[in-house]
């Protein structure tokens, strides 16, 4: 039997994303910022997974005889570094557009990763050992409705990775008066409103079962762009895994 839960795409977002498909993958194109923020994301991922499943840190494939799913997986951009390193990849994502060009270029990069349109409810009642989640949540409807939509897909010792702006001073400076304005993200792409505190999402996951076991920030300085960091002020990442 399929999941079923609250919607909790926005249609507008879904149609802003969907406009920037097709660029996705250029790397100074309008998702140059992803491209920037991609490697601290996967080394971050990368010491989870290490830290849940014991693996050799040195090892290609740590993810292989694993499932992942990345939600809200835009073109794909972490979807095959995850491939890469073993899993059977699901993304999805609620621009069709946006599945189309992930799709495309999986296929031309020989990879074999799953791609769904739409709600997460897509998914059916699979579960996935590893779950993430990058800077999506600020975009959606109902971030408690979303979250217990990531709760749902989580296997029983699975691993979750979760990304998104704070809202603070800095991150609209930084992402909205700099960025967007001066064009190196697209106008339009953040309401600072809808950002959510670290403890705000703490407090989400706490309410569907979930704990949260590290907290990590995304920083950046001109001389070592987005690196990692002990400063949650820009934008942060948290590891969850099921409680008890």
Not at 97 to 110: K, L, P, V
């Amino acid at each position: 039997m399929a999941m079923t839960s609250k919607a909790t795409i926005d249609p507008r977002e879904a149609e802003h994303f969907g406009r920037l498909a097709a660029d996705w993958w250029n790397p100074r194109g309008s998702s140059a910022m992803l491209h920037r923020l991609n490697p601290p994301r996967l080394r971050h991922i990368r010491q989870a997974i290490d830290a849940q499943w014991g693996g050799d840190p040195h090892g290609f494939t740590p993810l292989a005889g694993k499932t992942a799913i990345d939600v809200g997986c835009g073109a794909g951009l972490l979807c095959e570094p995850l491939a890469r390193l073993g899993a059977r990849v699901t993304g999805v994502d609620a621009a069709p557009e946006n599945i189309g060009a992930a799709h495309a270029h999986a296929q031309a990069s020989g990879l074999a990763i799953d791609y769904v349109a739409g709600e997460l409810d897509g998914v059916g009642a699979r579960r996935f050992d590893l779950v993430t989640s990058m800077e999506v949540i600020e975009h959606v409807t109902d971030p408690a409705a979303f979250v217990a939509g990531l709760a749902r897909v989580i296997a029983p010792d699975g691993l979750m990775v979760v990304s998104t702006p704070n809202r603070t001073p800095l991150s609209r400076l930084a992402m909205i008066s700099i960025g967007e304005g001066t064009g190196m993200i697209p106008r339009g792409t953040h309401d600072h409103a809808k950002f959510l505190t670290p403890d705000e999402l703490t407090a989400l996951f706490e309410e569907v079962g979930l704990t949260v076991t590290d907290r990590r920030g995304l920083s950046f300085s001109p001389g070592a762009g987005f690196h990692l960091s002990d400063d949650l002020s820009l934008n942060y990442l948290l590891t969850v895994r099921r409680s008890g």
